[in-house]
């Protein structure tokens, strides 16, 4: 018996080392290699492609969003300017019928200029026409018409338009 365990094992042990060791050409691997590469820079350029066309999108998102901001910008500047005109005419003793009609003659951009701008229009409104001097057009004229009579009724028919 010894015999036959000595001939299994030296049987089964020969198949495992004939078995020879598998080995790839050199042109077959540089194949796999240049494969390989050409998956990955496919993959690169899509990433940048896709990456590109996001930041297109964004961009453009992003310049609507800016151009409605500085019209949003502007339109709350132009608001506080004529809120500080309203509040420096109101200060300045204006009566309130002549605010509006005052406000829109009021120039300037800050604070100082509109504050000088107000005084100089409450100076030229606060000014009065220079008055004529009260004439009685009775005296001195020497045309006396007398109450009564025709030419009193004369005129009256004229400026009525009777006959």
Not at 137 to 144: A, C, E, L, R
Not at 155 to 163: L, N, T
Request: hydrophobic fraction near 35%; glycine fraction near 4%.
């Amino acid at each position: 018996m010894s015999d036959e365990t000595q001939t299994t094992t030296t049987e089964n042990a020969a198949p495992a080392q004939e078995a020879p060791a598998e080995t790839f050409s050199r042109e077959y691997v540089q194949e796999l290699r240049n494969e390989a590469a050409k998956y990955r820079t496919e993959k690169n350029n899509a990433v940048e492609a896709a990456r590109a066309e996001v930041i297109k999108d964004y961009e453009t998102k992003l310049a609507q969003k800016d151009g409605s901001l500085s019209e949003m910008e502007t339109e709350v500047s132009a608001r506080s300017l004529e809120l500080l005109k309203l509040k420096m005419v109101l200060n300045e003793g204006i009566p309130t019928e002549d605010v509006l009609d005052v406000v829109s003659l009021v120039q300037g951009t800050d604070e100082e200029t509109v504050s000088e701008s107000v005084k100089r229009v409450k100076s030229l409104i606060g000014r009065k026409p220079p008055a004529d001097r009260p004439v009685d057009p009775s005296q001195g004229t020497g045309n006396v018409l007398p109450l009564n009579g025709d030419p009193l009724l004369e005129m009256v028919k004229s400026m009525v338009g009777a006959k």
